[in-house]
């Protein structure tokens, strides 16, 4: 997620993956009872419990259909235990008072995570289980997809979690380049309306677009043009450093975005593979001071830094925004979202633009670990062995058939319900209806399901053509770190030792900046330093380095 970071409808389609980062317990230090790389034959086991994390909006598992079928037809029977909340704090706590579920699922856990436990014995390899005899759906899947399989192996070549991922990209509407929805996430809108009333053209630079607010906020064009309160206007209002609505992507004309990243902040990986930091960069630099001088005109909100998605979705819907960001411009500016038009990605002061594309899809194993606890692990895999069955995956992530799923086309692809559809039969729109149904868990959907299997998203298509026509022409370099690479142990340690030191202090000097003017060359070099010998900067960069050479050596 961020945990509402995106839309409504794609937040909860990510809550599991975005509910646990790093986890702070300890290992309970139990051994499994397995040999290490040999499957357990222990068939007596038939009931299980899994604690798993869950939508705010679902109800839990219990009464889910799609779940009780996989379970009869595996021959088991699954206790849950779902939360939507504090599920970070109960991992804690269950691994390390040895209060061990059979399963955790939906949880999130990051590749430090996997290989600590999987190390410890709290977590069983699951190496032995890929076979044909244990999980046939998934084995298939990972010999036609050898990617997939390297993504979710650890270090020390163990498996401690089934795959998760979503391959939605532009190949889907028809592109012959593959760019994942999550390419450029920020999509910058500004109200025409109000530049027509003024005679003023779309801006092409950060210039224009400065002059634009200025007249958005002479003119007190929320006023005069709603009939609003006087004084309403707010010329620019977005997030600080959100995943779709921040500010980010207005730093492409000093040659960077630094919109948050599945890897670590500020991260990019440059085409002669070379990773680095643009927190470092000149750019960087000169972006703070340009943006501090139209925070301190009054033309961005100076609630930027503290306003959550659901009060900038209030002001935008109400008339008051004339510049901002989302994921689409119908679900920020509501029923002024006509007046609205997407901005184009803008040159800086000296004529360029550069987009540092984002991350995104990719593989994670973070979403169902086996526990020592599990006395009969393949019992167990063989109703998560269903949850890689295509149609079956798709009513995990959206809802059953004949409720999220309303039929089939001409080509047999199943149809998903419209908003409209979803408003008269149930009384709430299709992001709503999909987030009461969908199960956090090791969902795995292969750009194929799209042509296979189920329609994409009417959503999805929109975000995709929007992506494909309006933002990729302006990306010169489509190079990225990528997701799937594995770290070994020492690597995860120093991660583990910097990373959140390192994003919040990048953070806080970058706030206080655009806030409070800067920096100066003193200021300048104290950060520098302090990103050296407080953040582990230079630690960081070696170790991302490394493990991209690995992966791109494997290639």
């Not at 020390?156 to 380049?177: H, K, R």
């Not at 593979?273 to 943006?291: E, H, I, S």
């Amino acid at each position: 997620m961020e945990r509402k970071k995106i839309t409504r409808w794609l937040a909860m389609a990510l809550t599991g993956a975005m509910l646990v980062g790093s986890l702070s317990g300890c290992g309970s230090g139990k051994k499994s009872t397995t040999e290490k790389g040999v499957a357990n034959t222990n068939t007596d086991q038939t009931e299980f419990s899994v604690l798993s994390g869950m939508s705010a909006l679902s109800s839990g598992y219990d009464d889910n259909t799609v779940l009780n079928e996989m379970a009869d037809e595996a021959g088991v029977k699954i206790d849950w235990e779902c939360m939507s909340d504090s599920v970070e704090e109960q991992v804690n706590v269950r691994i390390a008072g040895d209060q061990l579920p059979d399963a955790f699922q939906g949880v999130g856990f990051s590749n430090y995570d996997l290989a600590r436990y999987g190390e410890d014995g709290t977590f069983i390899d699951l190496t032995p289980y890929l076979t044909e005899e244990y999980m046939p759906n998934l084995t298939k899947i990972l010999e036609e997809n050898p990617d997939v399989k390297k993504a979710i192996t650890m270090e020390d070549g163990g498996i401690y979690g089934l795959p998760s991922g979503e391959q939605m990209g532009t190949a889907a509407i028809g592109d012959e380049e593959d760019y994942s929805i999550f390419t450029v996430p920020q999509f910058a809108m500004i109200n025409k309306a109000w530049l027509d009333d003024l005679g003023l053209e779309v801006p092409t630079t950060l210039d224009e677009l400065h002059e634009c607010l200025v007249a958005f906020q002479e003119n007190d064009m929320s006023a005069k043009y709603y009939g609003n309160e006087a004084g309403s206007t707010i010329p620019m209002s977005t997030g600080y450093d959100q995943w779709c609505w921040g500010q980010n992507i207005f730093y492409a004309g000093f040659g960077f975005t630094n919109w948050t990243n599945d890897i670590i902040n500020d991260l990019v990986l440059q085409k002669d593979g070379k990773v680095d930091f643009v927190c470092t960069w000149d750019g960087y630099r000169d972006a703070m001071t340009y943006f501090h001088d139209w925070y301190a005109e009054g033309l961005m909100d100076p609630e930027t830094f503290s306003q959550d998605d659901t009060q900038l979705i209030s002001k935008c819907s109400q008339g008051y925004v004339g510049v901002s960001t989302w994921w689409y411009i119908e679900e920020l500016m509501g029923d002024y979202a006509s007046d609205y038009v997407f901005l184009p990605v803008l040159d800086g002061p000296d004529g360029t633009h550069n987009v540092t594309v984002r991350d995104g899809g990719g593989t994670n194993s973070g979403n169902l670990s086996i526990t020592s606890a599990c006395e009969s692990p393949a019992n167990l895999l063989k109703f998560y062995d269903q949850w890689y069955v295509p149609e079956n995956t798709m009513q995990l992530q959206y809802g059953p058939k004949d409720v999220y799923f309303t039929g089939q086309d001409e080509n047999g692809l199943w149809i998903s319900i419209t908003d409209d559809e979803s408003q008269e039969k149930y009384g709430k729109g299709a992001g709503e209806l999909k987030g009461e149904y969908e199960v956090a868990g090791p969902k795995l959907i292969l750009s194929n399901y799209y042509t296979d299997t189920f329609k994409m998203e009417d959503r999805a298509i929109e975000r995709l053509t929007d992506l494909h026509d309006y933002w990729m022409p302006y990306v010169d370099d489509t190079t990225t770190y990528p997701i799937d690479c594995v770290f070994t142990q020492e690597e995860l340690d120093t991660i583990d030792l910097y990373k959140t030191d390192f994003e919040n202090t990048v953070s806080e000097y970058e706030g206080k900046w655009l806030k409070d003017g800067g920096p100066s060359d003193e200021e300048w070099e104290a950060y520098l330093t302090t990103l050296k010998e407080s953040c582990g900067i230079d630690e960081l960069k070696e170790v991302y380095q490394n493990a991209y050479d690995r992966y791109a050596s494997e290639e």
